[in-house]
């Protein structure tokens, strides 16, 4: 039975975890962002959750544009990896070996190993509690086409999702997992 405590956070896993890519005046980051959504369809917009004390932070500010890049379950330990270093201190592309091109619009990197990569132009930006709600245009799309079905579903026979569970635990969405297709009735 649910009952009332003083404070729960970070109960909203699991979920998908983004891995929030920049490059401002020759310096290149990326940093792995849980709280990250749509925000509109038409036009596209994106927006990510980054807190002010990470070293990513100042950077997109800065730069007025960032890359979110979706990677499958077995690039989870880079996630995790990138997670927890500071770009400040390592340059994270190099210890973990992640192979990038740069982005068309943005020049933020687009990781070779992402199913899908926005490019994002930053429209604005507001602070709410220890974080900054970065909201963006996305503004070039890339697709690994071979990962998807013809209506657009992820192809779950070659794709494996990762999922974060919280303190460094990952789960996958593959085509082990229970899938129903709900119909509503007219």
């Known amino acids: ?7 729960t956070v970070m109960h909203s896993y699991p979920g998908m975890v983004a ?3 920049v490059s401002h005046e020759g310096e290149k980051n990326i940093m792995a962002a ?6 509109s369809y038409d036009p596209p917009i994106y927006g990510v959750a980054i807190g002010r004390e990470r070293h990513t ?10 890359a979110i890049n979706f990677v499958p ?17 390592i340059d994270k592309f190099e210890k973990a070996n992640i192979l990038f091109e ?14 899908i990569a926005y490019e994002c132009e930053i429209i604005d930006r507001n602070s709410y509690g220890d974080h900054d709600l970065f909201v963006a245009n996305i503004v070039e799309f890339y697709k690994d086409q ?7 579903l992820p192809n779950l026979k ?3 999702i990762p999922l974060y569970l919280g303190r460094s635990q990952y789960t996958s969405v593959n085509d082990k997992s229970e899938l129903i297709a709900h119909k509503v009735e007219e």
Request: no cysteine; net charge negative; glycine share 8%.
């Open 102 to 115: 740069q982005g068309l619009s943005t020049n933020s990197p687009i990781l070779s190993d992402a199913y």
């Open 146 to 152: 071979d990962q998807f079905l013809e209506n657009g």
């Open 34 to 39: 849980g709280w990250h959504t749509y925000i």
């Open 1 to 7: 039975m649910i009952q009332r405590v003083n404070q």
């Open 73 to 89: 379950f077995e690039n989870a330990a880079i996630i995790q990896q990138v997670g927890v270093y500071s770009g400040s201190e």
């Open 19 to 21: 891995l929030v890519t």
């Open 158 to 160: 070659k794709l494996s």
């Open 57 to 66: 932070y100042q950077l997109v500010k800065e730069a007025g544009t960032f």
